[in-house]
């Protein structure tokens, strides 16, 4: 079972905080744990996510997608959950948690601002004082979702450090908390940062890939070949590989955003031209330049655009279990374009990475192939605009 | 010997500097190296710049950007050390983050800062309890990895981190990041304690810009660290060496005076 008691996959992981985040990084792990094996702590999840989430999201069969490519493909909806997007999955586990552990401020850091919109949802409906970080550039990218979290209730804090991305959004939340770490809980949206974050978003994340498994069973007697997902931080697809990890037959695919190409400097795709580094609290791989300085990154969606990756996915990578493709930006976008005309389902740019990966594909007669829609493109319609022009065809 | 044994010296109060490499520019640092040893400190703490420094406030965060933007590497600012340690006898260590040392290669950092003058590291974001190999490899090089203590430690790992720091053990001093408070009285109480277990020096740091601070903190602390005050300092000089100069040497008087 991993991670090991240390919070390592392998050599990737651990707890590398700031010695003031030490005991409450502690005292969360001792309590996620007694909450793991706590029935009421399960049977109150459960209850958010069915009554409030709407789980479980259906395994959508996509037929004209499908003719396409010629194999099956199937979507994991989770672009249905509350909110738009699979990361209330995660918040509404850490809240819980929160609660336990008598916390009373909620702070969070976001890129698209999925996770962001995700943590002041859960924070109004447990009335918890929320503030959220985010980097001006997503600021102005995203601005539908700064709307949706201030009018939760929740304080959008600009990050004008750094790149004003994520990973500045990420330090400022970090210092936020070192202030503030009596009265404070933080909300991490990936399977990053300190143990045991990645095991925990991982665990929240994987009801994803259990349910997907029970359906694909259901509707077609036998696992899929093969499960692919986007990869940033790497939460929806740790989310649906994971229960898949025993199933050797299944093959899984995480895609990673390749910008505007990896040559050209401009791209997300950590795992693919990265090295290993420490980010964050963990161990991973991490786009760096020579000295060992984090790089900016670019991806058309916010949500990859992240110079570090889960310490998990590090793992998976290395042993080979999980394969980590790429997608471009311009890819991205027709497999964006072309779900929302073929099935009627606009997907987030996030997620059509992982669409945009069916193009590569190589299908045997009959594969059965499901694809995590980990989002809803609603967010992306400036984006979308910006690129196409607004007469798209 | 570790240049930083001197620091056991019991019959005055300690006062260290940070200043960071490259911030303006390589020779501000090089004056100041020289001016901080002139004036008396007790230990020089050089920054190396990290591109996401989260333990650091505004003023070391932007100085850290000024000092990436120059060039500032950990191989230049070994260059650096080098030619100052010609003359300089004061110890010296580098502050910096981990995924530096990493990228560099973690004994080739060790030895390469020893080859070039300096005494060991302060590492914020490395905990005493990861990275065995690094600590074992500093162990034996003699070099020193001074460890942080929070007061949000439980007894049990303060006592732990205290035993595994060597030349010092670094406190710190409030919750939240470098960089000044307006009332700066900190977490004394947990000081007290830790200077009960600690058979080796406790310096202070953290939120201390003022003489004033420093000498309440003293009275608790076997030294204090300034950081942001002075790198403010440094800033306000801008390319003007001959105030470098002068500045630094009135800064560091300003602090002596009431430690």
């Given at each position: 079972?991993?991670p090991?008691?240390?919070g390592?996959?392998?050599?990737?992981?651990?707890k590398?905080?700031?010695?003031t985040?030490?005991?409450?990084?502690?005292e969360?792990e001792?309590c996620?744990?007694?909450a793991?094996?706590?029935p009421s702590?399960?049977?109150?999840l459960d209850?958010?996510?069915?009554?409030?989430?709407g789980?479980?999201?259906?395994l959508?069969?996509?037929d004209?997608?499908s003719k396409?490519?010629?194999?099956k493909i199937?979507?994991?909806?989770?672009?249905?959950?509350h909110?738009?997007?699979?990361?209330?999955?995660?918040?509404?586990?850490q809240?819980?948690?929160?609660?336990?552990?008598?916390k009373?401020?909620i702070i969070?850091?976001t890129?698209?601002g999925q996770?962001?919109?995700?943590?002041?949802?859960?924070?109004a409906?447990?009335?918890?004082k929320?503030?959220?970080?985010m980097g001006e550039e997503?600021?102005?990218?995203?601005?539908l979702?700064?709307f949706?979290?201030?009018?939760?209730g929740?304080?959008?804090i600009?990050?004008t450090?750094?790149?004003?991305?994520?990973?500045d959004a990420?330090?400022?939340?970090t210092?936020?908390?070192?202030?503030?770490?009596?009265t404070?809980?933080?909300i991490?949206g990936?399977?990053a940062?300190?143990?045991p974050?990645?095991?925990?978003?991982r665990?929240?994340q994987?009801?994803?890939?259990?349910?997907a498994?029970?359906?694909i069973?259901?509707?077609?007697?036998?696992l899929?070949?093969?499960?692919?997902?986007c990869?940033?931080?790497g939460?929806?697809?740790?989310?649906?590989?994971?229960?898949?990890?025993?199933d050797?037959?299944v093959?899984?695919?995480?895609v990673?955003?390749?910008g505007?190409g990896?040559?050209?400097g401009?791209?997300?795709?950590?795992?693919?031209?990265g090295?290993?580094?420490?980010?964050?609290?963990?161990?991973?791989?991490?786009?760096?330049?020579?000295?060992?300085?984090?790089m900016?990154?670019?991806?058309i969606?916010?949500?990859l655009?992240y110079?570090?990756v889960g310490?998990?996915?590090a793992y998976l990578?290395e042993?080979?279990?999980?394969?980590?493709?790429?997608?471009?930006?311009r890819?991205a976008?027709?497999?964006?374009?072309?779900?929302?005309k073929l099935?009627?389902?606009i997907?987030a740019?996030?997620?059509s990475h992982?669409?945009?990966?069916?193009e590569?594909?190589?299908?045997r007669?009959?594969s059965?192939?499901?694809?995590n829609?980990?989002?809803?493109?609603?967010?992306?319609?400036?984006?979308?605009?910006?690129?196409t022009g607004?007469?798209i065809? | 010997?570790?240049?930083?044994?001197?620091?056991?010296?019991?019959t005055k109060?300690?006062l260290?500097i940070?200043?960071?490499a490259?911030d303006?520019?390589?020779?501000a640092?090089e004056?100041?190296?020289?001016?901080?040893?002139?004036?008396g400190?007790s230990?020089?703490?050089?920054?190396i710049?990290?591109?996401d420094p989260?333990?650091d406030?505004?003023?070391?965060?932007?100085?850290g950007?000024?000092?990436?933007?120059?060039?500032t590497?950990?191989?230049?600012?070994?260059e650096l050390?080098?030619?100052?340690?010609k003359t300089v006898?004061t110890?010296?260590?580098f502050?910096?983050?981990?995924?530096l040392i990493?990228?560099?290669?973690?004994?080739?950092?060790?030895?390469?800062?020893?080859?070039?003058?300096?005494?060991?590291?302060?590492?914020?974001?490395?905990?005493?309890?990861e990275?065995e190999?690094?600590?074992e490899y500093?162990?034996k090089s003699g070099?020193?990895?001074?460890?942080?203590?929070?007061?949000t430690n439980?007894?049990s790992r303060?006592?732990?981190?205290?035993e595994?720091?060597?030349g010092?053990?670094y406190?710190i001093?409030?919750k939240?990041?470098?960089?000044?408070?307006?009332?700066?009285?900190?977490?004394?109480?947990?000081?007290r304690?830790?200077k009960?277990i600690a058979?080796k020096?406790?310096f202070?740091?953290?939120?201390?810009?003022?003489?004033?601070?420093?000498s309440v903190v003293a009275?608790?602390?076997?030294?204090?660290?300034?950081?942001s005050s002075?790198?403010s300092?440094?800033?306000?000089?801008g390319?003007d060496?001959?105030k470098?100069?002068?500045e630094?040497?009135?800064?560091?008087k300003?602090?002596?005076?009431?430690l």
């Amino acid at each position: 079972m991993l991670p090991d008691k240390k919070g390592f996959f392998g050599k990737y992981g651990g707890k590398y905080a700031p010695e003031t985040l030490r005991a409450v990084v502690d005292e969360l792990e001792a309590c996620y744990l007694r909450a793991k094996k706590d029935p009421s702590f399960k049977k109150e999840l459960d209850y958010y996510l069915e009554y409030y989430v709407g789980r479980p999201t259906p395994l959508y069969r996509a037929d004209r997608l499908s003719k396409r490519y010629g194999a099956k493909i199937y979507l994991k909806r989770e672009d249905l959950c509350h909110t738009g997007a699979h990361k209330i999955n995660n918040t509404m586990g850490q809240i819980l948690l929160a609660r336990r552990m008598g916390k009373k401020r909620i702070i969070a850091e976001t890129g698209a601002g999925q996770h962001g919109v995700a943590t002041a949802t859960v924070a109004a409906m447990f009335g918890l004082k929320c503030a959220v970080y985010m980097g001006e550039e997503d600021i102005r990218r995203q601005s539908l979702n700064v709307f949706r979290m201030r009018l939760l209730g929740t304080e959008v804090i600009p990050v004008t450090s750094g790149t004003k991305t994520l990973k500045d959004a990420m330090n400022e939340a970090t210092r936020d908390w070192l202030k503030n770490v009596d009265t404070t809980f933080y909300i991490i949206g990936s399977v990053a940062g300190y143990h045991p974050y990645p095991m925990m978003v991982r665990d929240f994340q994987s009801i994803i890939g259990r349910e997907a498994r029970k359906q694909i069973l259901a509707a077609e007697g036998r696992l899929p070949d093969n499960v692919i997902a986007c990869v940033g931080g790497g939460s929806n697809a740790m989310g649906i590989f994971y229960p898949f990890l025993n199933d050797k037959s299944v093959k899984l695919t995480g895609v990673e955003a390749a910008g505007l190409g990896i040559k050209s400097g401009k791209h997300s795709a950590t795992l693919n031209a990265g090295r290993v580094g420490v980010l964050h609290g963990a161990k991973s791989i991490v786009l760096q330049d020579k000295e060992g300085q984090i790089m900016g990154t670019h991806s058309i969606s916010a949500g990859l655009d992240y110079p570090g990756v889960g310490p998990e996915h590090a793992y998976l990578k290395e042993i080979g279990r999980v394969k980590y493709g790429m997608a471009l930006d311009r890819e991205a976008l027709a497999a964006c374009i072309l779900l929302s005309k073929l099935e009627g389902i606009i997907p987030a740019l996030e997620s059509s990475h992982a669409l945009a990966y069916l193009e590569k594909m190589e299908y045997r007669r009959g594969s059965i192939v499901i694809v995590n829609i980990s989002g809803r493109g609603d967010k992306d319609m400036g984006t979308i605009m910006e690129y196409t022009g607004e007469n798209i065809k | 010997m570790n240049r930083m044994d001197s620091l056991k010296d019991k019959t005055k109060k300690h006062l260290v500097i940070y200043t960071m490499a490259g911030d303006p520019e390589m020779k501000a640092t090089e004056t100041a190296i020289y001016s901080l040893a002139d004036a008396g400190v007790s230990l020089i703490e050089i920054g190396i710049p990290f591109s996401d420094p989260v333990a650091d406030g505004p003023t070391i965060q932007r100085a850290g950007e000024i000092a990436i933007a120059g060039g500032t590497t950990i191989a230049n600012t070994m260059e650096l050390v080098k030619k100052v340690r010609k003359t300089v006898e004061t110890p010296m260590v580098f502050m910096l983050y981990y995924n530096l040392i990493l990228s560099y290669g973690t004994e080739k950092f060790i030895d390469d800062a020893i080859k070039c003058g300096i005494d060991g590291a302060i590492i914020p974001d490395l905990p005493f309890d990861e990275e065995e190999g690094f600590y074992e490899y500093a162990k034996k090089s003699g070099f020193y990895i001074i460890y942080l203590v929070s007061p949000t430690n439980t007894p049990s790992r303060m006592k732990k981190i205290v035993e595994k720091s060597s030349g010092f053990v670094y406190y710190i001093l409030q919750k939240g990041v470098t960089g000044a408070r307006k009332k700066s009285s900190g977490e004394l109480k947990e000081l007290r304690v830790i200077k009960k277990i600690a058979k080796k020096p406790v310096f202070a740091g953290f939120g201390i810009s003022t003489p004033e601070q420093a000498s309440v903190v003293a009275n608790y602390a076997d030294g204090v660290i300034i950081g942001s005050s002075f790198v403010s300092l440094v800033e306000k000089c801008g390319s003007d060496m001959a105030k470098l100069k002068v500045e630094t040497g009135k800064f560091v008087k300003s602090f002596l005076k009431r430690l």
